[in-house]
């Protein structure tokens, strides 16, 4: 049984950074398609990023692009989200998610999810 577990989110000031981390077990990262959600209460679950197994293929939402950098390290088991220059609207509930085929932000696309990490930023 693949599972996922978020880990680096809190509490930061706007213009401050943060790194997100997503370890797998159970399963072998470089066989899936890994990507980043975020989630405020209320509202659908929003893809903010995704890259492909090997890397060669990466995605960002728009607001969150030379921002953001999404990265993978194989070897490890485990996914990054680099954050910086946040913003009041990037607080969230961040969620990692995999799935074995491809890239998509279709979040009903994805197999696996981890719990959850909350990224609050204020002013």
């Known amino acids: 049984q693949v599972q996922l577990v978020e880990s680096g989110g809190g509490s930061v000031q706007a213009g401050g950074s943060l790194r997100l981390s997503c370890a797998v077990s159970?399963?072998?990262?470089?066989?899936?398609?890994m990507a980043w959600f975020r989630q405020t209460p209320g509202t659908v679950r929003e893809f903010v990023a995704g890259?492909?197994?090997?890397?060669?293929?990466?995605r960002y939402t728009e607001s969150v692009k030379g921002r953001f950098t999404i990265s993978r390290d194989n070897a490890k088991n485990t996914m990054y989200l680099q954050m910086n220059s946040l913003r009041l609207e990037d607080t969230a509930v961040y969620y990692c998610?995999?799935?074995?085929?491809?890239?998509?932000?279709?979040?009903?696309?994805?197999?696996?999810w981890g719990q959850g990490t909350q990224v609050t930023v204020s002013s």
């Open positions: 890259i492909s197994w090997n890397g060669g293929q990466i």
């Open positions: 998610a995999a799935e074995p085929e491809m890239l998509t932000t279709d979040g009903k696309q994805y197999d696996y």
């Open positions: 159970g399963g072998t990262l470089s066989s899936y398609v």
